[in-house]
Nanobody
Framework: QVQLVESGGGLVQPGGSLRLSCAAS????????MSWYRQAPGNGRELVAR????????NYADSTKGRFFISRDNAKNTVYLQMNSLKSEDTAVYYC?????????WGQGTQVTVSS
């Protein structure tokens, strides 16, 4: 059974940092491209960052470049999102996604709220 379980969300002040984790099970993790998406109230789900199976290639949304960093540990079947210099507009539910060819899986999401 495939599972993606996000953790690490919470309330943080503007300018602060958080690290999200997504623990995967039930599939060959190292084969899959892993992505973080987010969805703010009233908005569609948008890509935040993506990392290939080997971890050698990453890409980011323009709004997060230089502040967010995606990484993965294939030995632990986990993908991370380090979020620095957080802004109020980063407030959203953050989801991880695993994708390979026609297969894709989503986690349940974790709330990140940036507020003073």
């Amino acid at each position: 059974q495939v599972q993606l379980v996000e953790s690490g969300g919470g309330l943080v002040q503007p300018g602060g940092s958080l690290r999200l984790s997504c623990a995967a099970s039930g599939f060959t993790f190292s084969t899959y491209t892993m992505s973080w998406y987010r969805q703010a109230p009233g908005n569609g789900r948008e890509l935040v960052a993506r990392i290939t199976g080997t971890g050698t290639s990453t890409n980011y949304a323009d709004s997060t470049k230089g502040r967010f960093f995606i990484s993965r540990d294939n030995a632990k079947n986990t993908v991370y999102l380090q979020m620095n210099s957080l802004k109020s507009e980063d407030t959203a539910v953050y989801y991880c996604k695993a994708s390979w060819l026609t297969h894709s899986y989503w986690g349940q999401g974790t709330q990140v709220t940036v507020s003073s």
